[in-house]
């Protein structure tokens, strides 16, 4: 039985990928190219830089680190400018519940997010206080799939690798929780997420049972 828990934010608790979406459609429009949803899909999971360079790989523009330190500021910008309008409203069905449960079981909890705004929608939907831990991109140097981010986790939360277990929407995801010998429970498809253990289409099928006593 598992005794720690660790979620991904973007795509598991709430669903920022459209904000993301509006942010870097803005910047590819700034600069006369068009970025459309399906191209976004590409930066699920994917770390700020990272994307901003599949980004302009898209778009043909070959720049200078000055430059795509810039954009990426003024993408960041926009993108934070948006999420401060959330409310609690655009969590994802079930998520508050789910965790909440798991608490009420003696699950430890830790967030291992990519962002480095994770705080602020933490803050924003008013569910800061759920989470023992919140590891996010402000402390973490290699992006998923690299282990980091998990390995971490279970250590602020006090457990070996092996006592957790990991909630992701991102293929990066999944496999960083594998290399870090955690089991991954995938928020998706078998399609999108072939590697995962357990597949889920969102947290608000795990409310009232619990996949973790199940294993
Ligand atoms: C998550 C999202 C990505 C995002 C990354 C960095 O992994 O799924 O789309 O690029 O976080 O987020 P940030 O808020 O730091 O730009
Ligand atoms: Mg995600």
Redesign the pocket.
């Known amino acids: 039985r598992a005794r720690g828990a660790l979620f991904?934010?973007?795509?598991v608790i709430v669903d920022?990928?459209k904000y993301?979406y509006l942010a870097w459609k803005r910047l590819a429009n700034e600069l006369r190219f068009d970025f459309t949803e399906a191209d976004n899909e590409r930066?699920?999971?994917?770390?700020?830089m990272?994307?901003l360079d599949i980004l302009l790989e898209l778009g043909k523009f070959d720049i200078g680190e000055a430059l795509r330190e810039r954009m990426?500021i003024l993408?960041?910008n926009w993108?934070v400018e948006y999420i401060s309008h959330m409310t609690q409203d655009e969590i994802l069905p079930g998520a508050r519940e789910y965790i909440q449960s798991l608490r009420e079981q003696g699950v430890r909890i830790a967030l291992g997010?990519?962002?480095?705004?994770?705080p602020l929608?933490l803050d924003k939907l008013h569910i800061t206080d759920l989470f023992d831990a919140v590891i996010?991109?402000n402390s973490v140097t290699n992006?998923?799939p690299d282990p980091e981010v998990f390995l971490r986790g279970a250590k602020s939360l006090g457990l070996q690798p092996g006592e957790c277990v990991v909630y992701e929407?991102?293929e990066a995801?999944v496999e960083a929780a594998h290399r870090a010998g955690m089991k991954a429970v995938g928020i998706g498809t078998s399609q999108t997420l072939p590697e995962a253990d357990y597949i889920i289409s969102g947290l608000h099928e795990l409310v009232g049972k619990s996949v973790l006593q199940e294993r």
């Open positions: 991904d934010l973007d795509g920022t990928a993301h930066l699920k999971g994917v770390s700020r990272r994307s990426s993408k960041d993108y997010s990519a962002s480095r705004n994770a929608i996010d991109g992006a998923k929407d991102a995801g």
